[in-house]
């Protein structure tokens, strides 16, 4: 039986051309996405602006507990994207804001609510155009978490907030680690004391 050297797999996993991303846009309220987020449970967080980045308007009737979520309140739209990479089918889905950049990034792990995450993508309705907009400078990953979100009343505002996840399973943190290599971001795990 013939076993190739090493080095010549690793060659031939080199030479496998990229999967094209398949993209879908939809459109959508800061409102609806608060709604829907509690559902999803566990998700990777890539927040595409520092946190502390002032949003242009907040929503009425909605409020965040840390500034590190502001950029979900800027979310108009949805940009729900598929790939197969070397490690298996990655999803996720890009927030965008009125001008088409990128506000935040949401993986899909083993640890979430799929069925949540397809109704999210239902609920919102199709826009035009099948990719987010490459013309304006797109903002770069600032850092990765894995978070669960929760929503609350407080005196007739919805204030969203978010929580480490945790436990996360052990195939849940090896998918967040190759999300956070691929992005090119430090990934913010929290233990179990």
């Given at each position: 039986?013939f076993?190739?050297?090493?080095?010549?797999?690793?060659d031939l996993r080199?030479?496998i051309p990229?999967?094209?991303i398949?993209w879908?846009?939809?459109?959508?309220?800061?409102?609806?996405l608060?709604?829907r987020l509690p559902e999803?449970?566990?998700?990777?967080?890539v927040?595409?602006?520092p946190?502390g980045a002032?949003p242009h308007?907040?929503?009425?009737g909605?409020l965040v507990?840390?500034?590190?979520?502001?950029?979900?309140?800027?979310?108009?739209?949805l940009?729900?994207?598929?790939?197969i990479?070397?490690?298996g089918?990655?999803?996720?889905?890009e927030c965008?804001?009125?001008e088409g950049r990128?506000c935040?990034?949401?993986h899909?792990l083993?640890?979430t609510?799929y069925?949540?995450?397809?109704?999210l993508?239902?609920h919102a309705?199709v826009?035009?155009?099948?990719r987010?907009?490459?013309?304006?400078?797109?903002?770069?990953p600032?850092y990765a978490?894995?978070?669960?979100f929760?929503?609350?009343?407080?005196a007739?505002?919805?204030?969203l907030?978010a929580?480490?996840?945790?436990?996360?399973?052990?195939?849940?943190r090896q998918?967040?680690g190759?999300?956070a290599?691929?992005?090119?971001v430090?990934l913010?795990l929290?233990?179990?004391?």
């Open positions: 039986m076993v190739p050297p090493v080095h010549r797999l690793q080199r030479a990229a999967q094209a398949h879908r846009c939809l459109r959508t309220t800061p409102a609806q608060v709604e999803l449970g566990g998700v990777l967080y927040p595409m602006r946190d002032q308007e907040w929503p009425r909605l507990d840390t500034m590190q979520l502001a950029p979900l309140l800027q979310t108009r739209r940009a729900a994207a598929g790939m990479t070397s490690e089918p990655r999803e996720w889905i965008l804001d009125r990128g935040v990034r949401l899909l083993p640890d609510d069925l949540a995450w397809d109704r993508l239902e309705r826009a035009p155009g099948g987010p907009s490459r013309r304006l400078r797109q903002p770069c600032v978490k894995v978070l669960r929760h929503a609350r009343r407080l007739g505002l919805v204030v907030g929580e480490p996840c945790l436990p996360i399973s052990p195939l849940g998918v967040a190759q999300i290599r691929a992005e090119a430090p913010q929290a233990h179990r004391d």
